[in-house]
């Protein structure tokens, strides 16, 4: 649910209008997620898989956009690896923030058994999983360092949503925010079906026990989800937020104590062994805190200068 809520949330702050006028007053993120969810609600309740996979399999086309449009405004604007850089601190006390989203990005895995279970090839999931992740780590890699390298103002005025750095009347970032619209759009569909997939197999045993139960966990989940959107649009905090709670279930929690109770059927859980193990989801406890103490960038008031 935190993954389909930074959807939406990403949906909302991605679309702005090119300029003040009545369209503004509606076209904004109070109001967007209602006209969204209006269009996306319907294609979130199909019972097949493949609907869903050739449906998200679109997105890369914003993908290739995205790309696109960083290799250009780098290309444009030159390297500015040294602008207005004042110091380089090695050290911040709000780096919880990093592995709070790190930790969302282990927690999704437990979302590929879902999707690859109706593989047509499962003999091959092993390499397609490879391939996938190497393309994803490719693609993060590429827009986030080309974007850096070529904003031509403080490093540390980059937003959690990078087009918000880039002037209304930016026609290129205008189409890049249509393109992540559209992305959003085959990305949500998908995230819902896996949680519809998890929650009723393990309530009920079946992934579609009939229309009215699917409709009624979207509608609440979409319910959560534009709310989200509309009083708390931050893409950032919300993914390191849900990350450091999902994370701590099932990145230091649960696949730590499974580990104990297997040693310990075997009578080799020792007390050094236990000790250790407990550390770890210490870890994850204390990843959880530091997000919510740790003071958001939302918070913070810098000029954000329109020039990327």
């Known amino acids: 649910a935190g993954a ?40 979130i309740n199909f019972k097949s898989l493949d609907v869903f996979t050739r449906f998200n399999s679109l997105g890369i086309v914003s993908v290739a956009y995205m790309m696109f449009f960083v290799a250009y405004k780098v290309t444009s604007n030159g390297v500015h690896l040294n602008a207005h850089v004042d110091e380089i601190v090695l050290w911040r006390s709000s780096f919880p923030a990093l592995t709070g989203i790190l930790t969302l ?38 827009v986030g360092f080309l974007f850096y390298v070529g904003y031509r103002d403080g490093k540390s005025h980059i937003l959690n949503n990078f087009l918000q750095n880039c002037a209304n009347d930016d026609l290129l970032a205008l189409v890049a925010r249509i393109f992540l619209l559209f992305q959003m759009t085959t990305v949500f569909p998908l995230l819902m079906y896996i949680i519809r997939f998890q929650f009723f197999s393990y309530v009920s045993g079946s992934e579609y026990p009939s229309l009215f139960h699917v409709l009624g966990l979207n509608a609440t989940i979409v319910a959560c989800c534009v709310m989200i959107a509309i009083f708390y649009p931050h893409i950032g905090d919300i993914l390191r937020y ?28 020792s007390w050094p062994s236990a000790l250790f193990h407990c550390f770890i989801i210490f870890l994850g406890v204390l990843n959880l805190i530091g997000n919510f103490v740790i003071q958001s960038d939302n918070e913070v008031a810098v000029p954000l200068p329109k020039r990327c």
Request: hydrophobic share 50%.
């Open 4 to 43: 389909a809520a930074a959807a939406a949330a990403s949906t909302a702050a991605g679309v702005e209008s090119a300029s003040e006028s009545e369209w503004e007053k509606v076209w904004n993120t109070r109001y967007t997620p209602v006209f969204l969810i209006l269009l996306i609600f319907p294609l």
């Open 105 to 142: 990005s282990f927690f999704i895995h437990n979302s590929v058994t879902s999707i690859m279970r109706n593989a047509k090839r499962p003999e091959h999931n092993c390499r397609d999983l490879l391939i996938a992740y190497l393309l994803v780590s490719l693609t993060y890699l590429l």
């Open 242 to 269: 849900c990350g450091a709670f999902t994370g701590l279930a099932y990145v230091f929690a649960l696949p730590t104590l499974v580990h104990m109770k297997v040693l310990r059927a075997k009578n080799q859980l």
